[in-house]
């Protein structure tokens, strides 16, 4: 099977040739971390064969060096990208490139993350491609930054963070395993040792009588690929000029004549390491490969879409006129899928555009209307007070319609806030689709002056259109209060119990009733029968209490002492105090008031069922003879109330005048006109809701889509050549980052094309 470890090679070549960071692709490698001073470059330049690495006191690695070995059987030789067709044959002239190369990057003690990248073919070599990194340090010498530990780790870190990173943790053996920077941070970003090879140097220098099997084997701190020892040479013997075969020979020797080392020799020597991470290496890339792949393709997508957004160079007067006119028509189609519900950009934590606008011209108005209580709206005391003034020094014979009006007007005037919200929250939302078409289509940071008048020609037309829409939405409040459909079902049905109740409130002109202001505080009283009356607006609304039952439904009169109750729209009969076993319970509104005998007194008040067969027959009647006239319309009062309370008013014959003070028939006359200013708030609230929302689609909504390109057009046209040119005036940045676009895109198209291929081999 043919080899992937040369796609890899191919790949970042073509990335750090473009100048595009190999890390933002995150490549399968080996990377190589460890301590200054822990022999990782001496592992390096055994795997190579040769001395190229740097050698000074503090950081000999101040470059990432991505190191490819391809394994070749003609003479060795080495190339480097930035020299491309430049053979090396001397290596030592190698080593002298890499710190002229260094410098040219990086002066002083620094370090940068512009990597080298380094190509040997050699006989001695396998195919392998491993990163050096700096060395990790804790204390800055005389020349580094102050913040050079920092900077380091952070480089190496970029490195192995990834899963795509093979982490080789260089550790010296003479050392103390718990203290090794190289598995310190192996171990933050690979916890579970998945990807890490551990390598101890330097076994031949361990003190007389210690020994690294324990580490070696994995008992102090195990890894899932194990650990490899190593003995590289000296910086004494590299000065004294031993060469690097005659280093392997030692190496072999020391290790195969070793009495602790020699049962474990397949994980020792640099001839074992290097073959073994060729293997993993192959094995990984093969396995990361389609990841690879798919992540290339996204990023070449990502690179083409802001390729197009930043566009081609202006220069020219026609160049400009080209880039200003695209670049208002591609806001212009950004603007409109978003207002069109075909936003590209969909967002998963929140609604926007026309599904935001959606939201509050259905659900959030709707609920802000449903959420004003009708009751609230206006109190009993508001009602009183304005049919008192209407009434002035008039007749008070009849519930007058001005009251009505004028009350439903003040009312209604009450649902305006929930349409002005509504229209000021679609302006807010109309202003946050301008300025996200902006910023997805680039204009701030290619052409802010054009940027400028696109948002003050939109901020202006939407400023405009919702000023259009809260004129019509206010006019519809007043348009609702302006006119009545008295003959609408819902209306009708309140309108008959209106009736009823002012039927019953014409009083003889005898009557001998005074009208009275009375202010009884709300709340439940003693009634002067031993019983308990409630007031609520000072008009009794829940009575109990003894009563007198003339029964004569056998055919003789009887009077039969029984405890009656009005409470829930309901007028219950119990034979004693106890209230058990109810022998009577009816639906007050169904009840006729009808004309008392006068012979039982004329504190009588007379009931009887309409609906035949359901409790009694149309000639029965029960007739409660009350002690006192007070406590005869406290009766009156708490059965018309419950009445009223159950939708329909107490039906009177056409005869009967009850007696009734004119204080407890206002108080029912306001109960009346609240229910019908309910019901016509009912009515109303349906209507503007659904009215509001196709003035602001038609006035806000649809009038910005559809003039925001007349108005763009218009702005433009009337430029002259010289204002023309400054609006499309490019800042540096925006050129700058076009450049780093196109080599980005010429690196990943590059990038495809190799790994591409290697998917169809």
């Not at 005391?381 to 209407?390: D, K, Q, S």
């Not at 996200?436 to 696109?454: D, H, N, Q, T, W």
Request: with cysteine; aromatic share 4%.
């Amino acid at each position: 099977m043919e080899s992937l470890i040369p796609v890899v090679n191919s790949l970042q070549d073509a990335l750090v040739s473009a100048g595009v960071e190999v890390t933002n692709l995150q490549l399968p490698q080996i990377t190589v971390v460890g301590a200054q001073s822990s022999g990782k470059s001496s592992v390096l330049e055994t795997l190579v064969g040769h001395d190229i690495l740097p050698r000074s006191s503090g950081i000999c690695t101040r470059r990432p060096l991505i190191l490819q070995c391809h394994h070749s059987t003609s003479d060795e030789k080495a190339e480097f990208l930035h020299k491309k067709g430049m053979i090396f044959n001397d290596f030592s002239k190698v080593r002298d490139e890499i710190s002229a190369e260094t410098e040219r990057a990086v002066s002083g003690k620094a370090v940068s993350e512009q990597p080298i990248v380094l190509k040997i073919w050699s006989p001695h070599v396998v195919n392998l491609t491993v990163v050096d990194l700096p060395g990790l340090t804790r204390v800055p010498v005389d020349g580094q930054p102050a913040n050079i530990s920092q900077v380091i780790e952070g480089m190496v870190r970029s490195y192995v963070a990834s899963d795509n990173a093979i982490i080789l943790a260089v550790t010296a053996a003479n050392t103390d395993i718990a203290s090794s920077d190289g598995l310190r941070l192996a171990r933050e970003v690979d916890p579970d040792g998945a990807r890490t090879v551990g390598v101890l140097t330097k076994l031949d220098l361990m003190d007389e009588g210690t020994d690294a099997t324990d580490v070696l084997q994995g008992k102090v701190y195990p890894l899932r690929h194990g650990y490899f020892g190593v003995v590289c040479r000296s910086q004494k013997q590299t000065t004294d000029g031993l060469t690097m075969q005659d280093s392997r020979q030692n190496e072999s020797k020391f290790f195969s004549q070793s009495r602790i080392y020699s049962s474990m020799l397949s994980k020792l020597g640099t001839s074992n390491l290097s073959k073994f991470l060729s293997k993993i290496l192959e094995a990984h890339i093969r396995k990361r490969l389609p990841a690879l792949t798919a992540d290339i393709e996204r990023k070449l997508h990502g690179a083409e879409a802001e390729a197009k957004i930043l566009g081609q160079p202006v220069d020219s007067l026609f160049e400009k006129k080209s880039a200003l006119f695209g670049t208002v028509q591609q806001f212009l189609q950004i603007a409109s899928d978003s207002l069109e519900g075909r936003a590209r950009n969909v967002k998963l934590d929140s609604l926007v555009g026309a599904a935001r606008i959606r939201d509050i011209i259905t659900h959030q108005f709707a609920d802000r209307m449903r959420k004003m209580n009708d009751r609230s709206i206006i109190s009993d005391e508001e009602i009183a007070t304005v049919r008192r003034n209407v009434i002035g020094t008039g007749p008070d014979i009849f519930v007058p319609a001005s009251a009505f009006m004028g009350l439903l007007k003040g009312a209604v005037c009450r649902l305006e806030q929930p349409a002005v919200e509504c229209v000021e929250s679609v302006r807010m939302e109309m202003e946050n689709v301008m300025n996200e078409s902006l910023l997805e289509c680039k204009v701030r940071e290619r052409f802010p002056a054009l940027a400028g008048v696109i948002e003050q020609v939109a901020g202006d037309l939407i400023s405009e259109s919702a000023q259009d829409s809260l004129r019509f939405v206010r006019h519809l409040v007043e348009m609702e209060g302006a006119f009545i459909n008295s003959d609408s079902p819902e209306l009708q049905k309140v309108s008959r119990a209106l009736h009823g109740l002012m039927a019953q409130q014409q009083l003889p002109d005898d009557s001998g009733v005074e009208a009275a202001e009375i202010d009884v505080p709300d709340g439940t009283y003693d009634g002067s029968d031993g019983g308990k009356l409630r007031y609520v607006g000072g008009q009794v609304v829940e009575k109990v209490g003894p009563v007198k039952l003339l029964n004569s439904s056998s055919g003789k009169t009887q009077w039969q002492d029984m405890y009656a109750v009005v409470k829930q729209g309901r007028f219950r009969l119990y034979p004693d105090r106890k209230m058990q076993n109810s022998s009577k319970n009816l639906n007050c509104a169904k009840c006729v008031v009808g004309k008392p005998d006068a012979s039982l007194g004329n504190s009588a008040i007379s009931l009887s069922l309409v609906d035949a067969g359901l409790l009694f027959t149309r000639k029965e009647q029960i007739v409660i003879l009350a002690p006192s006239v007070e406590d005869m319309e406290q009766w009156q009062s708490s059965i018309v109330h419950a009445a009223i309370a159950a939708g329909k008013g107490p039906k009177t014959t056409s005869t009967v005048r009850p007696r009734a003070s004119a204080f407890v028939r206002e108080q029912l006359e306001v109960q009346m006109l609240k229910e019908l200013l309910i019901t016509q708030l009912s009515v109303t609230r349906k209507s503007l809701s659904s009215a509001v929302p196709k003035a602001v689609m038609h006035l806000l909504v649809n009038a910005v889509r559809d003039r925001l390109q007349v108005g763009l057009t218009e702005r433009v046209h009337v430029l002259s050549d010289g204002e023309l040119s400054e609006l499309v005036s490019e800042e540096q940045a925006v050129s700058s980052r076009r450049k780093a676009v196109q080599q980005e895109l010429l690196a990943l198209k590059e990038a495809y094309a190799v790994v591409s291929g290697s998917m169809r081999r």
